[in-house]
Protein backbone atom coordinates (compact mmCIF):
# COMPACT_ATOMS: atom_id res chain seq x y z
CA UNK A 1 0.00 0.00 0.00
CA UNK A 2 1.45 3.53 -0.85
CA UNK A 3 1.72 6.17 1.84
CA UNK A 4 2.76 9.24 1.40
CA UNK A 5 4.26 9.80 4.88
CA UNK A 6 6.53 6.95 4.30
CA UNK A 7 7.59 7.74 1.21
CA UNK A 8 11.40 8.03 0.07
CA UNK A 9 13.43 9.38 -2.60
CA UNK A 10 14.85 6.38 -3.29
CA UNK A 11 11.43 4.71 -3.49
CA UNK A 12 9.92 7.99 -5.50
CA UNK A 13 12.65 7.11 -7.62
CA UNK A 14 12.15 3.43 -8.51
CA UNK A 15 8.56 4.59 -9.30
CA UNK A 16 9.37 7.82 -11.41
CA UNK A 17 11.22 5.47 -13.28
CA UNK A 18 7.93 3.02 -13.30
CA UNK A 19 5.93 6.02 -14.97
CA UNK A 20 4.26 7.08 -11.77
CA UNK A 21 2.74 10.43 -11.80
CA UNK A 22 2.36 10.34 -7.87
CA UNK A 23 6.31 10.41 -7.90
CA UNK A 24 6.50 13.09 -10.93
CA UNK A 25 4.21 15.12 -8.15
CA UNK A 26 6.50 14.47 -5.37
CA UNK A 27 9.48 16.17 -7.34
CA UNK A 28 7.24 19.04 -8.39
CA UNK A 29 6.13 19.57 -5.30
CA UNK A 30 9.85 19.36 -3.55
CA UNK A 31 11.04 21.92 -5.76
CA UNK A 32 8.61 23.90 -7.84
CA UNK A 33 8.16 26.75 -5.79
CA UNK A 34 12.27 27.36 -5.42
CA UNK A 35 12.62 26.82 -8.73
CA UNK A 36 10.02 29.53 -10.03
CA UNK A 37 11.88 31.91 -6.89
CA UNK A 38 15.34 31.14 -8.34
CA UNK A 39 14.32 31.84 -11.88
CA UNK A 40 12.06 34.90 -11.26
CA UNK A 41 15.42 36.78 -9.78
CA UNK A 42 17.28 35.93 -12.68
CA UNK A 43 14.81 36.83 -15.47
CA UNK A 44 12.33 39.56 -12.75
CA UNK A 45 9.28 38.28 -14.50
CA UNK A 46 7.22 36.35 -12.25
CA UNK A 47 5.19 34.55 -15.36
CA UNK A 48 7.57 34.00 -17.05
CA UNK A 49 10.00 32.14 -14.59
CA UNK A 50 7.07 29.97 -14.10
CA UNK A 51 7.23 29.32 -17.83
CA UNK A 52 10.75 28.40 -17.43
CA UNK A 53 10.61 25.90 -14.27
CA UNK A 54 7.25 24.17 -15.84
CA UNK A 55 9.56 23.66 -18.99
CA UNK A 56 12.38 22.42 -17.15
CA UNK A 57 9.92 19.90 -15.30
CA UNK A 58 8.78 18.77 -18.99
CA UNK A 59 12.68 17.94 -19.63
CA UNK A 60 12.99 16.25 -16.40
CA UNK A 61 9.89 13.94 -17.18
CA UNK A 62 11.66 13.39 -20.42
CA UNK A 63 15.11 12.62 -18.71
CA UNK A 64 13.45 10.39 -15.75
CA UNK A 65 15.32 7.01 -16.36
CA UNK A 66 18.58 8.69 -16.62
CA UNK A 67 18.12 9.83 -12.80
CA UNK A 68 20.45 7.76 -9.84
CA UNK A 69 19.41 10.42 -6.56
CA UNK A 70 17.84 12.91 -5.33
CA UNK A 71 20.94 15.06 -6.00
CA UNK A 72 20.73 14.83 -9.48
CA UNK A 73 17.63 15.58 -9.99
CA UNK A 74 17.95 18.99 -7.87
CA UNK A 75 21.12 19.43 -9.64
CA UNK A 76 19.47 18.91 -13.39
CA UNK A 77 16.85 20.80 -12.63
CA UNK A 78 18.60 24.10 -11.29
CA UNK A 79 21.29 24.30 -14.12
CA UNK A 80 18.34 23.77 -16.37
CA UNK A 81 16.23 26.38 -15.33
CA UNK A 82 19.95 28.41 -14.87
CA UNK A 83 20.05 27.64 -18.60
CA UNK A 84 16.77 28.03 -19.88
CA UNK A 85 17.13 31.87 -17.89
CA UNK A 86 20.36 32.51 -19.27
CA UNK A 87 19.12 31.86 -22.46
CA UNK A 88 16.14 34.06 -22.35
CA UNK A 89 18.35 36.86 -20.93
CA UNK A 90 20.65 37.02 -24.10
CA UNK A 91 17.76 36.73 -26.19
CA UNK A 92 16.14 39.69 -24.75
CA UNK A 93 19.27 41.70 -24.71
CA UNK A 94 19.74 40.79 -28.50
CA UNK A 95 16.08 41.69 -28.97
CA UNK A 96 16.60 45.21 -26.91
CA UNK A 97 19.80 45.67 -28.95
CA UNK A 98 18.18 45.63 -32.73
CA UNK A 99 15.27 47.52 -31.47
CA UNK A 100 17.43 50.00 -30.45
CA UNK A 101 19.64 50.12 -33.86
CA UNK A 102 16.17 50.31 -35.65
CA UNK A 103 14.34 52.91 -33.24
CA UNK A 104 17.95 54.87 -34.08
CA UNK A 105 17.90 54.46 -37.47
CA UNK A 106 14.66 54.86 -38.27
CA UNK A 107 14.47 58.31 -35.75
CA UNK A 108 17.96 59.75 -36.14
CA UNK A 109 18.83 58.62 -39.64
CA UNK A 110 15.90 59.21 -42.05
CA UNK A 111 18.27 60.07 -44.78
CA UNK A 112 20.47 56.90 -43.79
CA UNK A 113 17.56 54.60 -44.29
CA UNK A 114 16.32 56.57 -47.85
CA UNK A 115 20.07 56.55 -48.60
CA UNK A 116 20.36 52.69 -48.15
CA UNK A 117 17.12 52.27 -50.01
CA UNK A 118 17.99 54.28 -52.75
CA UNK A 119 21.57 52.60 -52.86
CA UNK A 120 19.87 49.25 -52.96
CA UNK A 121 17.11 50.00 -55.99
CA UNK A 122 19.92 51.84 -58.34
CA UNK A 123 22.57 48.25 -57.15
CA UNK A 124 19.84 45.87 -58.27
CA UNK A 125 19.59 47.96 -62.09
CA UNK A 126 23.25 48.18 -62.28
CA UNK A 127 23.38 44.30 -61.57
CA UNK A 128 20.75 43.76 -64.37
CA UNK A 129 22.30 45.78 -66.47
CA UNK A 130 26.00 43.76 -65.62
CA UNK A 131 24.13 41.34 -66.70
CA UNK A 132 23.63 41.77 -69.66
CA UNK A 133 27.17 43.13 -70.88
CA UNK A 134 29.43 41.00 -73.07
CA UNK A 135 30.89 38.23 -70.93
CA UNK A 136 34.13 39.12 -71.07
CA UNK A 137 33.03 42.95 -69.38
CA UNK A 138 30.69 41.64 -67.47
CA UNK A 139 33.89 39.25 -66.05
CA UNK A 140 35.84 41.86 -65.58
CA UNK A 141 33.56 44.44 -63.98
CA UNK A 142 32.27 41.95 -61.41
CA UNK A 143 35.62 40.98 -60.44
CA UNK A 144 36.89 44.47 -59.90
CA UNK A 145 34.43 46.01 -58.28
CA UNK A 146 32.19 43.63 -56.39
CA UNK A 147 35.16 41.30 -55.90
CA UNK A 148 37.45 44.32 -55.13
CA UNK A 149 40.33 42.77 -57.09
CA UNK A 150 42.97 44.36 -58.75
CA UNK A 151 43.73 44.47 -62.40
CA UNK A 152 46.99 42.04 -62.11
CA UNK A 153 44.75 39.53 -59.92
CA UNK A 154 41.87 39.90 -62.64
CA UNK A 155 44.47 39.10 -65.34
CA UNK A 156 46.73 36.33 -63.40
CA UNK A 157 42.88 34.74 -62.66
CA UNK A 158 41.97 34.81 -66.27
CA UNK A 159 45.02 34.15 -68.31
CA UNK A 160 44.92 37.39 -70.30
CA UNK A 161 46.71 40.76 -70.45
CA UNK A 162 46.43 43.81 -67.79
CA UNK A 163 45.86 46.18 -70.52
CA UNK A 164 43.04 43.39 -72.10
CA UNK A 165 41.64 43.68 -68.13
CA UNK A 166 41.93 47.72 -68.59
CA UNK A 167 40.43 48.16 -72.07
CA UNK A 168 37.39 45.31 -71.07
CA UNK A 169 36.64 47.87 -67.60
CA UNK A 170 36.54 50.98 -69.70
CA UNK A 171 34.46 49.25 -72.36
CA UNK A 172 31.93 48.04 -69.74
CA UNK A 173 31.88 51.47 -68.24
CA UNK A 174 31.56 53.45 -70.97
CA UNK A 175 28.50 50.91 -71.73
CA UNK A 176 26.75 51.21 -68.53
CA UNK A 177 27.61 54.86 -68.98
CA UNK A 178 25.45 55.01 -72.12
CA UNK A 179 22.19 53.34 -70.14
CA UNK A 180 22.63 56.42 -67.82
CA UNK A 181 23.14 58.77 -70.23
CA UNK A 182 20.02 57.58 -71.76
CA UNK A 183 17.98 57.24 -68.31
CA UNK A 184 17.51 53.48 -69.78
CA UNK A 185 18.62 52.65 -66.14
CA UNK A 186 15.93 55.07 -64.24
CA UNK A 187 13.06 54.28 -66.26
Known amino acids: MYQEETC ?3 NMLTELKGDNPKAFAFFFDQHYNALCYFAERLVR ?11 TFMKFWDKR ?3 ETEQGIKAFLYISTRNACLNIIKQSHRDNQSQAELLYLSEKKEGFVLNEMIRAEVLSVIDKELNKLPVQCRTILKMSY ?3 LK ?5 DKL ?3 VNTVRNQKARGLQLLRTKVDSNELLG
Open 65 to 67: FDF
Open 45 to 55: DQLMAEDIVEE
Open 8 to 10: TSP
Open 151 to 155: NQEIA
Open 146 to 148: VKG
Open 159 to 161: AIS
